[in-house]
């Protein structure tokens, strides 16, 4: 491989190599948009078309611009530190709040829906166990009510076969029947004698059958006129139908009488026309005429006279009042059997107790849909946080696009790295004799960074300590969901062990109930309990295994994946320092010569940073020293530990009673103190070893003599100054208020 080229490749100009960078840029660029498809535009969750048209787009943009542009190679390159910087980290942090819903939050909805199903289930077992207990034991009373119901064409022929049985006596009582059937026979007599003599009838025959057939059907209209009035009222009273009965046989005496009387009338002409017609008339007149003797067919009625219909002391007093009993339990006993309905009621203790109460299955239902839609919703927020962490990648692009425009707008932006070429700058101006920066003062390191050294400056080490004490906050929390999590499925995994039961229910039902008899009310009752006869044994064993829980643990990579990711996350808190040193460090190499003016004008602000500091200082002793201000910063606990070293010796252990540089501010080491105390007895103050050596040696807080107008022009007032006084870094002091010309 020829190292050489690749090391002019990187290191020469901008305009060499043009065909060689273009390619390298276009595979470059073609890496990071095939880094950002997988990444970013697949979890966007769009229609296949849609997602590979997209990161073609992203393909070819990316790669074409990579290899014709250098801001766009320069800005894709500054994507990588950005990534491994803070927009990458609150993109991991995302990412793993993301895993821990999808992880422990989820897995403790699904063992939470175990619980309640498994809650729903036993309860459903309990009531399918009751509810064969007391099938067992109200069954035969649920079969006699059913049989009731099915007893009802039994009534109906029940209630037939009493109608039947009532008719004749229906028929005595009402004689409907009777009347029509008598209007009948006389109406055939009637008709015969008509045929076989109608020739030979005389008038007064005819007239005389008239009469009868006048008679018989004046009765048969008055029963059909008593018929119809009879069904216009189906039930009457007691006293009605005694005296409608005393009619009816009177009315019927009356009517045999009438028709015995026509017989025997009849008889008489038949007998007179035989005996005219076999003999002469001469003879017929005088051996016939005893066949006119009619009006002994009237002997009966004359000999009885008027009372002889009469049915008083004949007929039985209540007969009508049992008759109309007889008939109100017919017609009560065919109306039920007509409109009989099965109901039954149940009285409820306290029925606004149970407004809105639901079964046990309706509850089981409910809660697990209530689950289910949690559940969905916990899908839907999956979607949306990466979604949202899709777009979120987007803002690594755009905070690399503004360092990359800050970086070539703003000369002091991000410009404090000791570069090759500021050390380049120092050595040359050692070899001219002029004043040098290197090294640096211990006042002015924490603001300059040496891009090379592996040791992290002060600012950089409180970044690491807050945010890795932050990281470990958020990595405490997840760990409680997760052990929550565990808690419930080991909990629901000892009730999957060790709680099976088997439950085995039986039960006997043995009765039998003999009715005897051949009664209707003997036909109704072994109906009615025949339902009883029930010989029944039940034997059930139930076992709760399917009721038991199935709780789902969480798979180990979950756990792999939140603990890595925040693991990668605090070795990004880490590097965070040296990951900063290289954006600089990139953009140095597609712009050397803006970096070489950012270097120049860090070395100058160096300089006079530097030269007014020392001025600053000791201007400020001095000022101090006219206004007899100093005295007082001298610490109480140092002068305690100094002028009794024997009780308060102990003191040296804790820095508030240490010595500190009347220059810096820095505390003197507990152990190898590089400290200078001035030499002078009444100097109660103290220097470091490079601020003694800043100030060559000199004490400007016992020596103001030197003290000179072009120093003092340099100090703040006094009033500003003893609103300082006791701020605890002169450091922080000099960099926020020096004033530098």
């Known amino acids: 491989m020829n190292f050489k080229f690749i090391h002019d490749l990187i290191n020469d100009p901008p305009e060499t190599h043009k065909i060689t960078r273009a390619i390298v840029g276009f595979f470059f660029g073609f890496a990071i948009a095939i880094f950002y498809y997988v990444t970013v535009v697949i979890d966007l969750g769009f229609a296949p078309y849609t997602t590979f048209t997209l990161g073609v787009i992203i393909v070819l943009l990316m790669s074409i611009g990579c290899a014709v542009s250098i801001q766009i190679r320069c800005v894709c390159f500054l994507t990588l530190p950005s990534f491994l910087g803070r927009t990458g980290r609150n993109v991991l942090k995302t990412l793993t709040v993301a895993y821990i819903i999808s992880g422990p939050i989820l897995n403790l909805s699904y063992n939470a829906k175990e619980v309640v199903r498994s809650f729903a289930c036993t309860a459903e077992m309990h009531a399918n166990l009751t509810k064969k207990r007391f099938d067992l034991t109200f069954e035969p009373f649920k079969q006699v009510m059913l049989g009731m119901e099915e007893s009802k064409a039994d009534m109906k022929v029940v209630a037939d076969s009493v109608r039947k049985l009532m008719l004749p006596i229906v028929e005595e009582v009402e004689g409907k029947e009777a009347m029509k059937k008598f209007s009948e026979e006389n109406d055939y007599i009637d008709e015969e004698t008509e045929a076989n003599k109608k020739e030979k009838l005389k008038p007064k025959h005819r007239k005389k059958r008239y009469k009868l057939v006048l008679d018989t059907n004046r009765i048969f209209k008055r029963n059909q006129k008593e018929e119809t009035n009879e069904t216009e009222e189906t039930v009457l009273s007691a006293a009605d139908y005694e005296t409608k009965y005393r009619e009816k046989i009177k009315g019927k005496c009356e009517d045999q009488l009438a028709a015995g009387s026509e017989r025997c009338r009849y008889m008489f002409a038949k007998s007179y026309d035989q005996c005219y017609d076999a003999v002469t008339w001469a003879a017929a007149w005088l051996l016939c005429w005893p066949m006119k003797l009619d009006f002994i067919c009237d002997a009966v009625t004359s000999l009885g006279g008027a009372n002889i219909c009469n049915p008083d002391g004949k007929v039985e007093t209540g007969i009508g009042q049992g008759y109309a009993g007889l008939k109100e339990a017919q017609k009560f006993l065919e109306d039920n059997a007509k409109d009989g309905q099965l109901q039954y009621k149940v009285n409820l203790v306290n029925s606004s107790a149970l407004v809105g109460v639901r079964d046990v299955k309706d509850s089981a239902k409910a809660i697990l849909h209530e689950f289910t839609v949690r559940s969905d919703f916990f899908v839907s927020v999956m979607v949306i946080i990466k979604r949202l962490l899709a777009f979120i990648v987007f ?112 039960g006997e039902h043995n009765l039998h109930i003999t009715v005897r008899g051949v009664g209707l009310m003997a036909i109704l009752m072994r109906n009615i309990f025949n339902r009883f006869n029930i010989k029944r044994h039940i034997k059930v064993s139930v076992s709760n295994i399917e009721c038991l829980p199935h709780p789902h643990k969480l798979p180990n990579y979950i756990f792999y994946k939140i603990y890595l990711t925040y693991i990668f996350i605090w070795i990004l808190v880490f590097i965070d320092g040296y990951i900063k040193r290289l954006r600089s460090k990139m953009c140095s190499f597609f712009y050397p010569k803006r970096e070489e003016q950012r270097i120049v004008y860090l070395y100058n602000d160096a300089l006079r940073r530097r030269s007014h500091f020392n001025r600053f200082k000791r201007s400020r002793i001095r000022v101090l020293v006219r206004e007899q201000l100093l005295e007082r910063s001298v610490d109480v606990w140092f002068v305690l530990r100094n002028d009794y070293p024997r009780w308060f010796g102990w003191l040296r252990f804790f820095a508030f009673a240490r010595p500190r540089c009347l220059l810096c501010n820095e505390t003197e080491p507990r152990k190898k103190s590089n400290f200078h105390k001035c030499e002078t007895p009444s100097c109660p103050f103290y220097y470091c070893k490079d601020c003694w050596k800043d100030i060559e040696e000199i004490c400007y807080a016992c020596t103001p003599d030197n003290f000179d107008s072009q120093d003092e022009s340099d100090v703040l007032d006094s009033n500003e100054e003893n609103a300082r006084i006791n701020a605890r870094s002169e450091e922080s002091y000099f960099w926020h208020h020096c004033v530098i010309c």
């Open 395 to 506: 803002n690594i692009i755009r905070s690399a696009q503004k360092y990359h425009d800050r970086y070539l707008d703003v000369i002091d932006h991000d410009n404090r790295y000791i570069t090759k070429f500021f050390k380049k700058i120092d050595a040359r101006r050692a070899l001219r004799g002029s004043s040098t920066l290197l090294p640096l003062k211990k006042i002015e390191r924490p603001r300059y960074i040496d891009p090379y050294s592996i040791k992290l400056t002060t600012r950089e080490r409180r970044n690491l300590i807050a945010r890795s004490l932050r990281l470990v906050f958020e990595v405490f929390t997840t760990t409680i969901f997760i052990m929550l999590d565990y808690l419930l499925y080991y909990t629901l995994f000892l009730v999957n062990k060790h709680g099976k039961i088997e439950i085995t229910q039986s």
